[in-house]
């Protein structure tokens, strides 16, 4: 690739649902440095989407006439470095008049202030983090524009950051989905899914303790564990001493979207970690698009809005038996499908967000 668009996105993680985004208007060029679990490759060499270590994206995009460059939140400490290499070459590029500076914008779904990930065990990892700290303010400076995901995230970013600076545009969308266009298919009473990572933060080992007590209260209840990870082997065991529990691993698109249109209920009961927080969850916003009652926990950063439409959003640190009740519950007295899809908005959020982050500039970038 020896130049890219005129607007690009700079990540540090690239996941499938980036790649979809790629050909939103405007279109954009994707750069990233690493890969998620959840990480099409073939849609990524369709998209055009490149992979790129910092120092090679700094220098495609010392050769490129960027407009519009989006970066990597500024809390997510990990991409400080890399946002913060490739914004200092395209603001030399311009204090040399090679070409104009290029609007810096952000899409940022953080709901938890870093400085608690990190607990540093000696006197070169405290200086590692203070360094990635000191660039994560100064990306937050240089940033001239940021589209809040959820009011959670907005709230973070006051706290770690302050008032944004004048010059600085700011506006929350939140990260809702509009209705999927799939062909509808009949809905499947207590048909439970969980779609995401085999981990624990993704609540996978609760729902598992949760889930006998729940399926012996719910006459004909059943669980499919739908994706990939390190609890694999629990889930297939889980799967293997009940047969009303199935797992489909990593399946493509298309298959989760079939599993989605049938189901009654997603369920991802988020748990908090040392090192990681619910931001949204990619799940519970395709199960939204699919009309599925949502049973998740607070630590989401549409906890509020879900609550507020009547899905079951427990507190963090609830017990297994608690989760079970609310899978009952959920099962029971279910959000009507078409209710939970007149209560979407009529233009996806990160959509919007996206149309917003990439207009053109309303007079110079600031310098």
């Known amino acids: ?24 208007d405007p279109p954009t060029s994707l750069l990233y440095a690493t890969r998620r679990y959840d990480f099409d490759a073939a849609l990524a060499e369709r998209v055009g989407a490149c992979q790129a270590g910092s120092f090679r994206a700094a220098r495609l995009l010392w050769r490129s006439d960027v407009h519009v460059l989006e970066v990597t939140e500024p809390a997510y400490l990990a991409g400080a470095g890399r946002a913060a290499l490739c914004i200092a070459t395209l603001r030399v590029r311009h204090a040399l008049h090679i070409r104009q500076r290029p609007l810096v914008v952000t899409y940022a779904i953080g709901n938890s202030d870093p400085r608690r990930e990190y607990s540093p065990r000696s006197l070169r990892e405290r200086a590692s983090f203070r360094a990635k700290w000191l660039l994560s303010r100064i990306v937050w400076r240089w940033t001239d524009r940021v589209a809040f995901g959820t009011p959670m995230a907005a709230e973070t970013y ?17 990260a809702l989905p509009t209705a999927c266009s799939c062909t509808p298919r009949p809905r499947i009473a207590r048909a439970f899914v969980f779609l995401g990572a085999f981990v624990p933060r993704k609540g996978l080992s609760l729902l598992l303790e949760a889930w006998p007590a729940a399926a012996d209260a719910l006459e004909g209840a059943t669980l499919q564990i739908i994706g990939k990870g390190p609890l694999l082997a629990a889930a297939v065991d889980a799967a293997h001493a009940d047969p009303r529990v199935s797992v489909l691993v990593d399946p493509p698109r298309a298959a989760i979207h079939e599993r989605l ?4 209920v997603l369920v991802l009961p988020s748990q908090p970690s040392a090192t990681w927080r619910e931001q949204v969850g990619l799940p519970i916003v395709e199960a939204l698009q699919h009309g599925c009652t949502v049973v998740t926990t607070d630590e989401t950063g549409l906890a509020p809005w879900l609550g507020k ?49 990439f207009r053109a500039p309303v007079g110079k970038a600031r310098s």
Not at 5 to 23: F, I, M, P, S
Not at 159 to 170: E, F, I
Not at 261 to 264: F, Q, T
Not at 315 to 343: F, I, N, W, Y
């Open 1 to 24: 690739m020896s130049s890219l668009r005129v607007n690009v996105r700079l990540y540090d993680q690239a996941r499938t649902a980036h790649l979809e985004r790629a050909g939103d």
């Open 309 to 357: 439409h009547g899905h079951y959003v427990l507190p963090a640190h609830a017990s297994s038996s608690a989760l079970a009740d609310a899978l009952v519950r959920a099962a029971s007295v279910p959000v009507v499908p078409a209710e939970v899809l007149a209560s979407l908005p009529d233009r996806d959020g990160r959509a919007e967000a996206h149309a917003w982050l």
């Open 158 to 174: 006051r706290v770690l950051y302050g008032v944004p600076q004048a010059g600085q545009d700011v506006r929350t969308v939140p």
């Open 261 to 264: 249109r049938e189901a009654s």
